[in-house]
């Protein structure tokens, strides 16, 4: 009889172990490297997705109002940053498909960026104007840097100028523009003391109202397009003590007030070896600017108004998507023959496109046709279509290891 009970709970124990192992084999570890996620902008949703097998596995919601938003991603690209256009900050965690913790900082935001040891958020506000910095752990405030102050005509009021350009740059330091004092700003977090935990570099005059930045993808040079005049505004970083220069300029609406229907977004400039691809605003054109002279080089006619001008991450090709009424439309161009290779047609309102990170496929939102399709990028060949909700901004983990995206 013992015999027989030891036998019998050794047969227990073994099934048990099966279970476990069959258990263990059906829930395996989730992967971070080819995840992502949609902005599911009407709904205050996003979509995590799976780039490998171009589906959803989880949407999370209560994310405030996704109308402008963007996000960052932690150095693990286990948790997502959201930037919501209502000043809120949100933090997702990609593994376990939940919200960690949402921190309303502001009335009115525009974008953020993280540091480059991952450890800090900055977020930009257009009101009240200025910075806020938040640890990355626990979203709790580090800083609070009000942007100058401007006497606005059309109410009589004083104000702090709307901040716009925020991207992160090597050293541990954000920069930034402000729209209404014509400024930019270096915030610099690599030498903290226990005084003051940053240092603010501030110049002035670059050049009226600079409405969005960018900043190259080696990290050296960020240029501020301005909406008050023609040309744009760079700052060397590896020579800040030189200044801000004055670029391009014959870029903008020139003397014919053209009607621009979009701005264009700077932070998706494609640099292609030593060219840069432009929007150029309110003309049907993206412009090629040569990166060691930063001069014009040549203008490629386009189907409409540029919005994002992005390139495949070997550079060889170029996608452009465009303002309304041409918004159903997208441009691929061949960097080698700057040459127009083929237009596609998505669908109604496409607002925005993301690589894979090595660029065989390109994800492409289609928010009137509550859609987003995925493009073969050798063959320009749609390859796949996901449901979603009025989608937007598309952001995939790799992300995490890029300057200023």
């Known amino acids: 009889m013992p015999l027989f009970q030891d036998y019998r709970q050794g047969l227990v124990l073994l099934i048990c172990y099966l279970l476990s192992a069959c258990s263990s084999l059906s829930s395996s570890p989730r992967a971070t490297g080819d995840l992502g996620l949609i902005i599911e902008r009407a709904s205050g949703k996003v979509q995590l997705i799976d780039t490998s097998s171009a589906k959803s596995y989880a ?27 209502d ?65 606005d005509s059309r109410t009589d009021k004083t104000k702090s100028s709307k901040v716009v350009g925020l991207v992160d740059a090597p050293g541990n330091r954000f920069v930034f523009s402000l729209f209404d004092t014509d400024e930019i700003w270096i915030l610099d977090f690599s030498q903290p003391t226990i005084e003051n935990p940053y240092q603010l570099t501030k110049f002035t005059h670059v050049g009226r109202a600079p409405y969005d930045a960018l900043i190259t993808p080696d990290g050296r040079h960020y240029i501020a397009g301005l909406f008050g005049e023609d040309g744009m505004a760079m700052l060397d970083l590896w020579h800040p003590e030189q200044g801000v220069r004055r670029i391009l300029p014959d870029y903008g609406r020139g003397g014919e007030k053209l009607p621009v229907y979009k701005m264009p977004h700077l932070e998706g400039w494609a640099v292609a070896g030593d060219l840069a691809f432009v929007p150029a605003i309110g003309q049907h054109q993206v412009l090629v600017v040569n990166t060691r002279t930063w001069k014009l080089q040549s203008k490629i006619d386009v189907y409409g108004q540029p919005v994002f001008v992005m390139a495949r991450p070997d550079g060889r090709q170029v ?24 237009t596609l047609a998505p669908g109604p309102a496409v607002l925005h496109m993301e690589f894979t990170p090595r660029g065989e496929s390109v994800w492409v939102s289609v928010r009137d046709a509550n859609k987003v399709a995925v493009y073969d990028t050798r063959r320009l060949e749609q390859t796949a279509s996901l449901a979603a909700a009025s989608p937007s901004g598309i952001f995939f983990t790799s992300r995490a290891h890029q300057i200023g995206l």
Request: net charge neutral; hydrophobic share 40%.
């Open 319 to 342: 996608w452009v998507n465009f303002a309304f009424p041409d918004n159903g439309k997208v441009q691929v161009i061949d960097v080698d023959t700057l040459q127009i290779a083929k």
């Open 59 to 85: 949407t999370i919601g209560n994310l405030g109002d996704l109308s402008h938003a963007s996000v960052v991603y932690s150095r693990d690209q286990r948790y997502a940053y959201i930037f919501a256009r």
């Open 87 to 151: 000043g809120g900050l949100s933090k997702v965690d990609l593994l376990t498909e939940k919200l960690i913790r949402r921190v309303v900082h502001s009335g009115n935001s525009i974008g953020g960026a993280i540091s480059q040891d991952g450890k800090l958020i900055a977020v930009s506000n257009y009101e009240p104007g200025g910075v806020k910095v938040f640890r990355s752990d626990t979203l709790a405030l580090v800083a609070d840097i009000p942007a100058t102050y401007f006497h």
